[in-house]
Protein backbone atom coordinates (compact mmCIF):
# COMPACT_ATOMS: atom_id res chain seq x y z
CA UNK A 1 0.00 0.00 0.00
CA UNK A 2 1.28 3.15 -1.03
CA UNK A 3 1.33 6.08 1.37
CA UNK A 4 2.52 10.11 1.02
CA UNK A 5 1.93 11.82 3.68
CA UNK A 6 2.28 15.60 4.41
CA UNK A 7 3.01 17.35 7.80
CA UNK A 8 4.67 21.38 8.60
CA UNK A 9 1.44 23.56 6.70
CA UNK A 10 0.43 25.75 8.61
CA UNK A 11 -0.58 29.57 9.13
CA UNK A 12 2.17 31.88 8.53
CA UNK A 13 2.40 35.75 7.98
CA UNK A 14 3.81 37.06 4.73
CA UNK A 15 7.24 37.20 4.54
CA UNK A 16 7.65 34.03 7.06
CA UNK A 17 9.12 30.54 6.40
CA UNK A 18 7.65 27.53 6.56
CA UNK A 19 8.95 23.90 5.68
CA UNK A 20 6.81 20.69 4.35
CA UNK A 21 7.86 17.24 4.43
CA UNK A 22 6.15 14.42 3.11
CA UNK A 23 6.88 11.00 4.01
CA UNK A 24 7.14 8.24 1.61
CA UNK A 25 5.90 4.62 2.07
CA UNK A 26 5.12 1.15 0.16
CA UNK A 27 7.06 2.11 -3.08
CA UNK A 28 10.96 2.25 -4.10
CA UNK A 29 11.50 5.53 -3.51
CA UNK A 30 14.83 5.95 -5.00
CA UNK A 31 13.67 5.45 -8.50
CA UNK A 32 10.66 7.88 -8.37
CA UNK A 33 10.44 11.59 -9.07
CA UNK A 34 9.27 13.19 -6.01
CA UNK A 35 7.68 16.34 -6.05
CA UNK A 36 5.34 19.37 -4.74
CA UNK A 37 2.20 20.57 -6.09
CA UNK A 38 -0.20 23.21 -4.72
CA UNK A 39 -3.74 23.92 -5.29
CA UNK A 40 -5.79 27.42 -4.54
CA UNK A 41 -9.23 27.91 -4.18
CA UNK A 42 -10.96 28.49 -7.35
CA UNK A 43 -7.70 27.33 -9.23
CA UNK A 44 -6.27 24.62 -10.64
CA UNK A 45 -3.09 22.32 -9.07
CA UNK A 46 0.03 23.60 -9.91
CA UNK A 47 3.64 22.35 -9.88
CA UNK A 48 5.43 23.50 -7.06
CA UNK A 49 8.91 21.76 -7.45
CA UNK A 50 9.70 18.48 -8.26
CA UNK A 51 12.97 16.53 -8.09
CA UNK A 52 14.16 13.96 -9.83
CA UNK A 53 16.02 10.82 -8.87
CA UNK A 54 19.37 11.68 -9.92
CA UNK A 55 18.54 15.58 -7.78
CA UNK A 56 17.71 17.46 -10.73
CA UNK A 57 15.23 20.10 -9.98
CA UNK A 58 12.40 22.27 -11.27
CA UNK A 59 10.61 25.20 -9.92
CA UNK A 60 7.47 26.87 -10.75
CA UNK A 61 8.36 30.75 -11.77
CA UNK A 62 6.37 32.26 -8.96
CA UNK A 63 8.74 30.43 -6.67
CA UNK A 64 12.14 29.84 -8.08
CA UNK A 65 14.72 31.87 -5.07
CA UNK A 66 12.16 31.39 -2.22
CA UNK A 67 11.59 27.72 -2.16
CA UNK A 68 13.68 24.74 -2.06
CA UNK A 69 13.21 21.55 -2.56
CA UNK A 70 15.19 18.30 -1.54
CA UNK A 71 14.85 14.42 -0.82
CA UNK A 72 16.47 12.26 1.36
CA UNK A 73 16.26 8.85 -0.30
CA UNK A 74 17.46 6.89 2.86
CA UNK A 75 14.14 8.30 5.20
CA UNK A 76 11.74 8.49 2.31
CA UNK A 77 11.37 11.78 2.25
CA UNK A 78 11.10 15.28 0.39
CA UNK A 79 10.52 18.08 2.01
CA UNK A 80 9.74 21.68 0.40
CA UNK A 81 11.48 24.59 2.03
CA UNK A 82 9.34 28.01 1.94
CA UNK A 83 10.95 31.19 2.28
CA UNK A 84 9.78 34.94 1.67
CA UNK A 85 6.11 33.63 1.73
CA UNK A 86 3.43 35.79 -0.16
CA UNK A 87 -0.63 36.09 0.01
CA UNK A 88 -0.28 33.79 -3.07
CA UNK A 89 1.21 31.26 -1.88
CA UNK A 90 -1.73 30.17 -0.05
CA UNK A 91 -3.05 26.91 -1.07
CA UNK A 92 -3.56 23.49 0.00
CA UNK A 93 -0.11 21.88 -0.63
CA UNK A 94 0.45 17.93 -1.83
CA UNK A 95 3.04 15.54 -2.38
CA UNK A 96 3.45 13.57 -5.34
CA UNK A 97 5.35 10.17 -6.39
CA UNK A 98 5.83 9.92 -10.11
CA UNK A 99 7.43 6.91 -11.68
CA UNK A 100 8.50 7.45 -15.09
CA UNK A 101 9.32 4.35 -15.96
CA UNK A 102 4.69 3.20 -15.61
CA UNK A 103 3.71 6.86 -15.48
CA UNK A 104 1.81 5.83 -12.26
CA UNK A 105 1.44 8.54 -9.79
CA UNK A 106 0.50 8.78 -6.32
CA UNK A 107 -0.74 11.97 -4.16
CA UNK A 108 -0.58 12.67 -0.45
CA UNK A 109 -4.07 13.90 1.23
CA UNK A 110 -2.86 18.14 1.17
CA UNK A 111 -1.80 19.97 3.67
CA UNK A 112 -2.89 23.43 4.19
CA UNK A 113 -0.68 26.78 3.90
CA UNK A 114 -1.96 29.91 4.68
CA UNK A 115 0.09 33.16 4.35
CA UNK A 116 -2.06 35.92 5.95
CA UNK A 117 -1.44 39.17 7.70
Known sequence: QVQLVE???GLVQPGQS??????ASGISFSFYTMGWYRQAPGKERELVARITRDF??????AVKARFTISRDNAKGTVDLQ???LKFEDT??????AHAVRSGTDYWGQ???VTVSS
Open 56 to 61: STNYAD
Open 91 to 96: AVYYCY
Open 110 to 112: GTQ
Open 82 to 84: MNS
Open 18 to 23: LSLSCV
Open 7 to 9: SGG
